[in-house]
């Protein structure tokens, strides 16, 4: 029998089971992780040099997410959240 290329197939990813992708995989649009437990957020969004914590998944700028990553501004690592702009978060 001959093997069915996946990328072939509509919906072929199982989500029923457990599984192991491998691989490099790469994004040209943003990925999105949605949250089952806290809701708070609906979840988290990876994009550009940022991990995102989101109340929604069409407003990045919305008071009270929060940010995680290269800020290009400072040319260092940080913790934000967003107020009117993005600030630093002091822990």
């Not at 192991?20 to 040099?49: C, W, Y």
């Not at 991990?51 to 690592?77: C, E, H, K, M, S």
Request: zero cysteines; glycine letters at 8%.
């Amino acid at each position: 029998m001959d093997k069915i290329l996946a990328k072939q197939i509509e919906g072929v990813v199982d989500t029923t089971s457990a599984q192991v992708i491998e691989g490099v995989k790469t994004f040209s649009d943003p990925l999105h992780v949605l949250n089952m437990q806290d809701r708070n957020f609906a979840g988290m969004r990876i994009d550009g040099l940022f991990i995102y914590w989101l109340r929604d998944f069409q407003q990045l700028d919305d008071v009270g997410n929060i940010r995680l990553g290269f800020d290009p501004r400072t040319g260092a690592f940080a913790l934000q959240q967003f107020t009117k702009q993005w600030e630093n978060i002091t822990l």
